[in-house]
């Protein structure tokens, strides 16, 4: 194992890092309940909305209304496909940590479903979001690449606020609230989007900005958690999102510069 490897890794050692798996015999009723109104109330909206690698994703991972996703079996099914997993978290992590999995191609997820009084409205991401919204495009390779370097961008910068500040833009409107033109048509593939309703339906209309993917404007571009945005950004490959990841990198370093004068 070379030094870069052992770097790496560094996470997997991290006590904060709790040794959780999904437990999946102690879901409830309501649990199953949950899942399957929320997967059937947002899943028939998605096949004319959703990005066809997403959609290609949830067939992959299998994915249905009537099971709550199994994570040891996505995990197989990822093994084969990109070489990620899903690394269970209690919830909200460490931003050190949280980067430090992806840039180990370990994708963190909480296994808590929300109640069923919270249907409508979450403050702290659930298993559903992670799993239904996130999970069937990491079976996309040029998306997952993307998303294990641009941690790697983060964690040099990991002590620095302002540049993950600036950085949490990029993977805010792209991984969380990203479209992409498919075939001249635009298409969701941002999380965020993918598991609302609502939202879904609103960044597909006239009602907001539909700008081209622009690295320098997305850095300097302050983004909503209360609402929906007012704009977003369109890529037209995953390849591309890799490909921009140099000029990420050196438009970040640019404004860092520019902070300090």
Request: no cysteine; net charge negative; charged share 30%.
């Amino acid at each position: 194992m070379n030094t870069n490897t052992k770097q790496k890794e560094w996470v997997f050692s991290d006590q904060r890092l709790q040794k959780l798996r999904q437990e999946y015999d102690s879901y409830t009723e309501e649990d199953f309940n949950v899942w399957k109104i929320l997967f059937e109330r947002q899943m028939p909206n998605l096949p004319k909305a959703a990005s066809k690698a997403y959609l290609e994703g949830v067939e992959m991972v299998k994915f249905s209304a009537d099971r709550i996703a199994n994570f040891e079996e996505l995990n197989q099914i990822l093994a084969k496909t990109t070489g990620w997993e899903v690394q269970v978290v209690p919830g909200l992590i460490d931003d050190d940590l949280f980067f430090g999995l992806l840039n180990n191609r370990r994708f963190p997820s909480s296994t808590w479903l929300r109640k069923m009084e919270q249907l409508d409205y979450l403050e702290e991401p659930d298993m559903f979001h992670d799993a239904f919204a996130h999970m069937p495009l990491l079976t996309n390779q040029p998306y997952v690449d993307f998303l294990e370097k641009l941690s790697g961008i983060a964690l040099k910068h990991i002590d620095n606020p302002w540049a993950i500040q600036l950085l949490s833009r990029i993977y805010w409107f792209t991984i969380e609230f990203g479209l992409i033109r498919e075939d001249g048509e635009l298409k969701i593939y941002g999380a965020g989007i993918l598991s609302s309703a609502g939202e879904t339906k609103f960044s597909l209309s006239n009602e907001p900005a539909h700008l081209e993917y622009d690295v320098r404007r997305i850095l300097n571009q302050e983004y909503w958690k209360d609402r929906f945005q007012d704009k977003y950004f369109v890529i037209e490959s995953y390849e591309q999102l890799y490909e921009s990841l140099p000029e990420i990198e050196a438009v970040l370093g640019e404004m860092l510069v520019e902070g300090e004068k």
